[in-house]
């Protein structure tokens, strides 16, 4: 009876002060100098004059100091499968006439993410980081029949 009075005991303890309640994660420090682009949506879906679809989007940024340019990413599905359709863009307003090759109709989806550039101070070297990504947007595109 004592060797399961002393488990008993021993579970008991780790139980009571064992358990802490658990730390939150810290955010990266550049994403506290760096802004996650804002009102991020795509705008229309067309067709340019010589029939290529298009898609347009745009976004603004509350604190520009330390942004460098944007990368511009596409994926058919929602997922974590997203390709970079641009890089170094600085502009707040973007035109994919890239589209995947399509049948009837396809649904893309589009993230922003804005890159950003400080100086070190120890070494004077130019750092270049990657910002919080924008609200994901998509738009299902359907040719008409």
Not at 18 to 31: A, D, F, N, V
Not at 70 to 85: D, G, L, P, Q, T
Not at 127 to 136: H, Q, V, Y
Request: charge should be positive; include cysteine.
């Amino acid at each position: 009876m004592n060797k399961f009075f002393a488990i008993s005991l021993v579970f008991f303890l780790s139980w009571l002060y064992g358990c802490e309640k658990s730390e939150e994660l810290i955010s990266p420090y550049h994403y506290s100098i760096l802004p996650k682009p804002s009102s991020f949506k795509i705008t229309k879906a067309d067709t340019s004059s010589t029939g290529i679809w298009r898609v347009r989007m745009s976004w603004t940024m509350s604190d520009t100091t330390n942004l460098k340019n944007f990368e511009v990413f596409r994926s058919i599905k929602y997922s974590n499968a997203f390709k970079i359709i641009q890089s170094t863009y600085v502009s707040y307003t973007f035109v994919d006439s890239s589209l995947p090759a399509f049948t009837d109709s396809v649904k893309l989806f589009y993230k922003v993410f804005p890159i950003g550039q400080k100086t070190d101070i120890r070494s004077g070297a130019k750092i270049s980081f990657t910002g919080p990504e924008a609200d994901m947007d998509s738009i299902t595109i359907k040719k008409s029949k």
